[in-house]
């Protein structure tokens, strides 16, 4: 493939797009926000998944929340990145691990520049600054902005990928292994490597340094699962049970089928309806991006966070959000765009980053991300 320079001023139109899109959203939260009486601030920072976050780097690990039905929620089951990092900010700042979340998550919109930096390698810069658009301007876009690891993993999921389609395998291990300290699906990134690897490979390269990356790549995630399961006596299963705790588990997505059918079922039939067309579409992107021979280390990592978002068993509520990582969806869309006269392709993208802001401060300030 084409070197390409990724230096600030090639990327900076992406980056703008990125961050216009992203502040267009913040904007519109602390409109509604200010109308409805919360708080933006404690929306993005103190909520949720955030406050597991925000204790773990505060007191560590063993913190357990016991239900009423017998299960347990066990701070266990967040991988560990992003408190670390936390704590990093936290300490010469003076921030809470809450406010430093959201500093991990700005300085995280590189995601958006190794979403670019992919797209342009594949099909040229205009291309992939529509992906960076587009990728901020989804539905629930407004995760980028908050303390959450989904900005995080996929900005060590995009450089990492960069890295294994460029051959620069010590970065592509070192980043596979950041991911896999950051989220489960960071097995993704790592498959992806291997992927990359063993056709590299195949196609008659040897180098020290492809071996390293390899083996790099899945000590950040089998880390942590060891320490996991040393600490409760589980063993390998020992993160599978903090898992199943959460009611987390892979049932090929039986569990899901049975939820939609449940809303079809009743007067929250349109519910059920959206929620079929939103699989549909997943599943019909993916198709394309196979159809359009992107790169086996794409497909590969995307297959695996769709496979992985759609057939686990617990939080429904969660899947868009899930999702996010799988920006290489998104490249039949940005390629079109580029296509496109750019006034219009700026309206589209402009028209869904409006509708993104408003459904993100709605969703915010009512259910939010479980």
């Known amino acids: 493939m084409p070197v390409k320079d990724l230096g600030f001023r090639r990327a900076a139109p992406a980056l703008a797009v990125f961050a216009a899109v992203r502040l267009l959203g913040l904007a519109v939260l602390a409109l509604w926000c200010a109308a409805a009486g919360s708080s933006p601030h404690t929306l993005l920072s103190a909520r949720w998944d955030s406050l597991w976050y925000a204790r773990i780097a505060a007191e560590g690990y063993g913190y357990e929340v016991h239900l009423p039905n017998g299960d347990v929620h066990s ?21 809470s691990y809450g406010s430093a979340g959201l500093v991990v998550s700005v300085v995280a919109g590189l995601a958006a520049w190794g979403i670019f930096a992919v797209g342009d390698l ?6 992939g600054v529509f992906a960076a658009g587009v990728w901020a301007a989804l539905p629930v876009g407004i995760v980028q902005s908050m303390a959450y690891s989904e900005s995080l993993f996929t900005a060590l999921a995009a450089w990492g990928l960069y890295g294994a389609l460029r051959g620069r395998w010590l970065t592509a ?8 300290l950051t989220r489960p699906v960071g097995a993704a990134v790592v498959a992806a490597v291997w992927v990359a690897a063993a056709l590299a490979w195949r196609g008659g390269e040897r180098s020290w340094r492809m071996a390293a990356g390899s083996a790099l790549a899945p000590l950040g995630a089998a880390a942590y699962v060891w320490w996991v399961g040393a600490r409760t006596g589980g063993g390998l299963l020992g993160y599978l049970d ?4 959460w009611g987390n588990g892979f049932d090929g997505g039986w569990a899901f089928a049975r939820f939609i059918g449940a809303k079809l079922a009743s007067s929250a039939a349109p519910a059920g309806i959206g929620l079929i067309a939103g699989v549909v579409l997943v599943l019909w992107l993916y198709g394309l991006c196979v159809r359009r021979r992107q790169p086996a280390a794409l497909l590969v990592y995307c297959g695996i966070v769709v496979a992985l978002a759609l057939c686990a068993s617990g939080y429904f509520g969660s899947k868009p959000r899930l999702l996010l990582p799988a920006f290489p969806l998104l490249l039949p869309a940005a390629v079109a765009l580029a296509r496109w006269r750019t006034g219009r392709a700026v309206a589209v993208l402009g028209a869904a980053a409006l509708a993104s802001a408003v459904y993100g401060a709605f969703w915010l300030n009512g259910s939010g991300p479980p």
């Open 75 to 95: 701070n266990l089951a967040f991988f560990p990145l992003l408190p670390w990092l936390e704590r990093l900010v936290a300490a010469p700042t003076g921030l």
């Open 242 to 245: 903090v898992q199943g705790g």
């Open 122 to 127: 594949l099909h040229g810069r205009r291309a």
């Open 173 to 180: 291990g070192l980043l596979a292994a950041g991911a896999g």
